[in-house]
């Protein structure tokens, strides 16, 4: 078991990681979030596999709680179900005095999270990441959203949560493409980070999927441990929490393009592939770094659906991303393994090439 700490201006809070640390759930959640009033916000499948152990160990320590079991698709974050969570808080009586609890992957702690920094204003939340991508990041850092007219993230706050339980035995059973779909924040990870931790990842990145225990931990601890200092120097992203976006501006709009057909992991590992062959399109770096960096990357498969995406259209997207200013589109770019650039610009043309050797690199990788 191990504990990692988080300090920002608006909340501390603790994370607790190891492997069957749910049953003792009271023994880690600070005494300021026990006997309240509780809503669970919770993944179906999640709830479908482990309702026993959920109810008796939550019902023991909140007596006066109600579980809402949602299907977890991009559909799901949504303004609509953030109004049936606010529903159920209202309907329950629950209030700041109240403890909200999201149990599931990304979609779960994004759209629980919106609807608790929100409601009254704002009240607490635990996060119990049961995915690879949401313990290794999304769980971390106080980012809610929903999706808003097609559209991923368009809608949303900061705001942190007031514990983090991080129980690597509910990836058990994850399947196969949900557990592959958190490798490609990892990956993102392992070039923001350094050449040892880059090396590990490729080393064991075959691992992942067989649930090797030390190698999962030790890859959720070092990727917390990165993100967790980068959210205490900039919790609301002005400067230096921008390199967590690595990938993810072209990610969101293949996710927004392709309908959300592809899952967050798949969009992510062809949007850090993208962003190298845009390195290299701007001179940044050149084809030796850009093979070295690549060998991570493309070691991951993804869903063929990225082949039908349009240049154009693809780029039509860019231009609502939360990222763009003043009418340009901005990347995260890297220089080298554990270097990057923010707020670098690139037009169309640079942008529809990066997105073309993609697709090359792709179906020369599947030949």
């Not at 990681?17 to 749910?22: C, E, K, L, V, Y």
């Not at 179906?44 to 160990?57: D, G, T």
């Not at 939550?58 to 579980?67: A, D, G, I, K, S």
Request: charged share 25%; aromatic share 8%; with cysteine.
């Amino acid at each position: 078991m191990n504990k990692i700490n988080i300090h920002t201006s608006q909340n501390s809070y603790s994370i607790t990681i190891g492997s069957s640390i749910f049953q003792k759930f009271k023994d880690f959640i600070p005494q300021n979030l026990l006997s309240k009033k509780a809503l669970i916000v919770v993944d179906r499948n999640v709830h479908k596999y482990h309702k026993s152990i959920l109810e008796s160990v939550l019902t023991e320590v909140y007596p006066q709680n109600e579980f809402l079991v949602l299907t977890a698709t991009e559909n799901t974050k949504s303004l609509e179900t953030t109004k049936r969570i606010y529903k159920s808080l209202k309907q329950k009586n629950l209030g700041r005095d109240s403890v909200l609890i999201s149990i599931g992957g990304g979609v779960i702690g994004d759209v629980a999270g919106f609807a608790a920094s929100t409601f009254m204003r704002g009240i607490q939340i635990i996060h119990i990441p049961t995915t690879l991508l949401a313990d290794a990041d999304s769980a971390i850092g106080g980012k809610t959203g929903v999706n808003f007219s097609d559209v991923k993230n368009i809608i949303g706050t900061f705001y942190q949560p007031s514990h983090v339980l991080i129980d690597t035995d509910f990836l058990s059973t994850l399947p196969k493409k949900e557990l592959k779909s958190g490798i490609g924040e990892i990956v993102k990870y392992a070039l923001l980070s350094d050449k040892d931790f880059f090396e590990f990842v490729l080393k064991n990145i075959d691992s992942i999927p067989n649930l090797d225990k030390k190698i999962i931990g030790e890859i959720i601890n070092r990727c917390i441990l990165f993100k967790a200092a980068v959210v205490e120097n900039d919790e609301r992203e002005k400067d230096l929490r921008k390199i967590l976006n690595l990938g993810h501006t072209f990610a969101h709009a293949f996710e927004s393009a392709l309908k959300f057909k592809i899952t967050h992991g798949e969009a992510v590992i062809a949007g850090i592939i993208s962003s190298i062959f845009l390195s290299e399109r701007l001179g940044i770096i050149d084809e030796k770094k850009r093979v070295h960096l690549l060998q991570l990357p493309t070691k991951v498969d993804i869903s063929e659906k990225i082949l039908s995406i349009n240049p154009s259209e693809v780029i039509a997207f860019m231009y609502l991303d939360k990222k763009a200013q003043a009418g340009e589109i901005r990347f995260v770019l890297p220089s080298d393994i554990g270097k990057t650039l923010i707020n670098v610009i690139a037009g169309k043309e640079e942008i529809a090439h990066a997105v073309l050797s993609l697709k090359g690199a792709l179906k020369k990788s599947w030949d």
